[in-house]
């Protein structure tokens, strides 16, 4: 299996572009819009398992593009949770791959980027004093 591709700002923090700027990637899509309510369509079971994933999910991880992955993983953990005494291998790779994808295993969780909450203009801005010059 290929090696994941890093985020670019872990690729900045390392110096990576320093070195070789042709590197940088020209642009990467920014995380948009919260990941919202469990999709129609979903048991009772597979609902639980996805606001059980969401609540254990690094906060500023899940967007609205992760839903798919989510939904995938939700149905999944249900399924293994569902109480057969003989568990599918390929449902125990599919659970651990969509794990990985999410961060949510040891090995995983260093790879993930958060998003950083946009900081609004400083409301106290107006007031500050301006530099005092050479004396």
Same mark, same amino acid.
């Given at each position: ?9 872990? $690729?900045? +923090? ?6 070789? =700027? ?15 309510? =469990?999709?129609?369509? +979903? ?5 639980? *398992?996805? +606001? ?6 690094h906060?500023?991880? $899940? *967007?609205?593009t ?6 995938? +993983?939700?149905?999944? $953990? ?23 994808? $999410? ?13 950083? =909450? ?18």
């Open positions: 299996m290929a090696r994941p591709r890093k985020p670019t700002n872990v $690729l900045e +923090l390392k110096g990576a572009f320093a070195k070789n =700027p042709q590197r940088r990637r020209l642009e990467e899509p920014e995380p948009e819009g919260e990941i919202g309510d =469990p999709p129609e369509g +979903l048991s009772e079971a597979e609902r639980a *398992c996805w +606001l059980e994933v969401v609540d254990l999910a906060k500023g991880t $899940l *967007c609205r992760d839903r798919l992955v989510v939904e995938h +993983l939700a149905r999944v $953990l249900a399924q293994l949770r569902g109480g057969e005494h003989y568990i599918k291998t390929d449902l125990m790779i599919r659970f651990e791959m969509c794990l990985g994808r $999410l961060g949510m295993s040891p090995a995983d969780r260093s790879r993930v980027s958060v998003r950083k =909450p946009k900081r609004d203009a400083n409301p106290f801005e107006e007031f500050k004093r301006p530099a005092a010059g050479p004396r």
